[in-house]
């Protein structure tokens, strides 16, 4: 199999992650694969079956019958597919956002995403983001980031994108609160931990623009010649 680039990124929510991801890889000239937004698919599928998150037998039964992938157009932007359906507008709202992370906690959730996201890191390379993606997804990717950032810079980044989503209903506050509580719930899960990967560059987004984290990443991937097999 011919060498493929692939970039891993992880971080909590706010960090701008998706966006550097997204911009990074466009500039690399290979896919951006969104990794959380598997997980909301999977997220949405129990959610609309009336399955309990906090079950762990009835979710391990789940996922045999849902099928999730990504489609990936000329450009190499990728779109996931939940049983063949495109459900991007349906697993971005802060209600699935919040249920994910219920949902990610169970080992054989973990195990099936990180069998997906490998299968896709091997067939198309490309920029990975996620939560674990350099500590155990791609463990041997060349290059793997772990963007950080303060609390209240992180919130008042999402509001922006909740509002720019037309549900601005929430106070800033409350946006603070429940990425805290978030980050805690992943950081002490026993599979997979959001934690930075050995060897992974830690990037403080808190004063930097989203291109000036690009750029960053780019000067260290020195333009994408290196590459994993």
């Keep these: 199999m011919s060498a493929l680039i692939v970039v891993a990124i992880d971080g909590p929510a706010g960090t701008g992650k998706s966006t550097v991801a997204r911009a990074l890889a466009a500039r690399l000239g290979v896919p951006y694969l969104d990794t959380g937004a598997m997980y909301r698919a999977l997220t949405l599928a129990a959610v609309q079956r009336g399955v309990d998150l906090d079950d762990r037998q009835a979710v ?35 209600e699935i956002a919040a249920a ?8 054989e959730v973990r195990s099936r995403m990180v069998e997906l996201q490998r299968a896709l890191a091997s067939r198309h390379g490309g920029v990975l983001e996620g939560r674990d993606i350099g500590s155990r997804v791609v463990p041997e990717a060349p290059y793997k980031f772990f963007l950080t ?15 720019a989503q037309g549900r601005s209903e929430q106070s800033l506050a409350s946006v603070e609160r429940e990425l805290v509580e978030r980050d805690e ?45």
């Design 185 to 229: 719930r992943d950081s002490r899960r026993a599979v997979a931990p959001l934690v930075a990967a050995p060897g992974a560059t830690v990037v403080d987004t808190s004063n930097l623009s989203a291109d000036e984290v690009v750029e960053r990443l780019w000067r260290e991937v020195g333009g994408g010649a290196s590459s994993i097999r």
């Design 149 to 163: 950032a303060d609390p209240a810079v992180r919130a008042a980044r999402r509001l922006g994108d909740l509002a």
């Design 60 to 94: 391990a039964a789940l996922l045999p019958g849902v099928t999730i992938d990504l489609r990936l157009d000329a450009a190499g932007r990728a779109e996931v597919l939940l049983d063949g359906a495109a459900v991007e507008a349906r697993i971005r709202t802060p």
């Design 100 to 107: 994910t992370s219920r949902l990610a906690i169970h080992p």
